[in-house]
């Protein structure tokens, strides 16, 4: 799941669209399927796009890839997509779990990661520091980063 809430992509009037709006207009749910979610996330505080997830009505890769389109971000896909062996040499795979990321590839002194908040500038701060380049994050959905992580590090100790 995506642990952040997005602000939104500009529209003609300068208006950022919602993200109901955005699933709406790809017709991945109905207005209907939208105000049931929104009346939950009223009692519940949990993000629209967990409940919808949550309830069937997305999944997680329709969620991430709508969140890219919003947010006008990269949207890193991690299913079968071949990684650069020696980036993953660079990060410790504890370091990839705590902070919840996948590198995919470095080019120039810009480090590509695929991560659930690409806005989370304390973990883009702290990698920053401690791999000492620039960071590029990319949006990847939460489950395909787990799964990522645990096949190309293996499971965890």
Partial sequence: M?????????TATGQ????????IRRGLISDDQL???????ESTREYLGEILVRRGLLTEAQLTEALAEQLEIPCARLTNRPLDPSVLEMIPASLARRLR????SRD???LQLAMANPFDSQSLDELRTLLNC???????GRQEI???IQRLYGPAA
């Fill in 2 to 10: 995506l642990y952040f809430n997005p602000s939104g992509h500009a």
């Fill in 16 to 23: 950022r669209l919602l993200l109901g709006q955005l699933l």
């Fill in 35 to 41: 105000a049931g979610a929104l009346s939950e996330q």
């Fill in 101 to 104: 990321f996948v590198p995919l």
């Fill in 108 to 110: 120039d002194g810009r």
């Fill in 134 to 140: 620039e960071i590029q994050p990319m949006l990847a």
């Fill in 146 to 148: 787990d799964e990522a």
